[in-house]
């Protein structure tokens, strides 16, 4: 199971929100598109979507995935684009990349860094799995989820669809709904963090749903003012 003691839980979250407040207010205060570089790669940013200059976990999801997670030549659906970079670093793997968001602007500007980055994949607006042709399988699907799941908990800068999921509904479907999405021997995967709102709730989907979590990956960055935002890659392994 992934947390904190009791004893350190209620500091390190409230150290956490007000630097994360912080930085989103910093990231939404931009008005136009920009660049940022990371990896190797050039981004296009939009400022309506989550912009992987201010929060570090979008490029730690990429590389990791990328390196140690995804083989070549399987089919890859992310859930929740974002600015693409999650995808467009996958695609190095050879993976097929497949990609939804329910925001136009976060499908426009993945599309776009694709092109910029002389790589190619299929992206289009959906709620989660909604709007995908119902052929399509997959052998891994992956969210890097709105942590956040009680309004009353959180700053009013966190209470925004980009990171919060109230009582995780969404998360629910998207756990629920996978099974069908996936081919026979397909991964469904999820990028979360230790100051997620519930990780005790993302266990409970998870069995209500008969699946196990298992940790793939686990590391940390800092997101400056001496805090640290733990990171995990789940697998949810289907229990028979």
Not at 178 to 187: D, E, H, I, Q, V
Request: hydrophobic residues 35%.
């Amino acid at each position: 199971m992934i947390g904190n003691d009791n004893s350190t839980e209620i500091q390190l979250r409230e150290n956490w929100q007000n630097q994360i407040s912080k930085l989103l207010n910093e990231a939404t205060s931009i008005k136009g598109q920009y660049e940022y570089n990371v990896g190797g790669k050039t981004l296009k940013i939009h400022p309506n979507v989550y912009s992987p200059k201010y929060f570090p976990e979008s490029y730690w999801y990429a590389k990791n995935l990328s390196a140690s997670v995804i083989q070549k030549d399987k089919k890859f659906l992310e859930v929740g684009l974002g600015s693409g970079i999650i995808s467009l670093f996958v695609r190095d793997t050879g993976a097929q990349i497949f990609g939804v968001d329910i925001n136009p602007d976060a499908v426009d500007i993945t599309k776009q860094n694709f092109r910029n980055n002389n790589q190619n994949g299929l992206f289009q607006i959906s709620d989660i799995y909604n709007d995908l042709d119902q052929d399509l399988k997959f052998d891994y699907i992956f969210w890097n989820h709105p942590w956040q799941n009680d309004k009353n908990s959180i700053s009013k800068e966190l209470r925004t669809e980009k990171t919060l999921d109230e009582g995780y509904v969404l998360l629910k479907r998207y756990v629920a709904q996978a099974r069908s999405r996936l081919t026979p021997t397909g991964r469904l995967l999820l990028g979360t963090c230790s100051h997620a709102g519930s990780i005790d709730k993302i266990y409970e989907i998870a069995r209500d749903n008969k699946f196990q979590i298992e940790i793939l990956v686990q590391g940390n960055e800092s997101i400056g003012e001496n805090v640290q935002e733990i990171y995990y890659i789940l697998q949810f392994n289907p229990i028979n």
